[in-house]
Nanobody, 115 residues
Framework: QVQLVESGGGLVQSGGSLRLSCAAS????????MGWYRQAPGKQRELVAA???????SYADSVKGRFTISRDNAKNTVHLQMNSLKPEDTAVYYC?????????WGNGTLVTVSS
């Protein structure tokens, strides 16, 4: 079992920045990779960024150059630094962790970007 707790969401003006954090606990040794997804009202959940246990990162085209995913192995935490935020980035952001044959989700944190 893996438990994920997100923090760092909130309200920010267009062009601003936020940093999301996801603290993992439990069977963290089995995690292959972790990622951030988001779901806007009326839309499907989509992958925003992911990072493997080896540190390889990947990003959705819509956030490349603006968002950065990183991990702090000592604190079992993954961060998502979001810069140059746009109103279309408004969504609930979910932390995700993959282990063999299973995916775990956090409860989500709301990010609202005002124009």
């Amino acid at each position: 079992q893996v438990q994920l707790v997100e923090s760092g969401g909130g309200l920010v003006q267009s062009g601003g920045s936020l940093r999301l954090s996801c603290a993992a606990s439990g069977s963290i040794f089995s995690i292959n990779y972790m990622g951030w997804y988001r779901q806007a009202p009326g839309k499907q959940r989509e992958l925003v960024a992911a990072i493997t246990s080896g540190g390889t990162t990947s990003y959705a085209d819509s956030v490349k150059g603006r968002f950065t995913i990183s991990r702090d192995n000592a604190k079992n935490t993954v961060h998502l630094q979001m810069n140059s935020l746009k109103p279309e980035d408004t969504a609930v952001y979910y932390c995700n962790a993959h282990v063999p044959d299973m995916a775990y989700w956090g409860n989500g944190t709301l990010v609202t970007v005002s124009s």
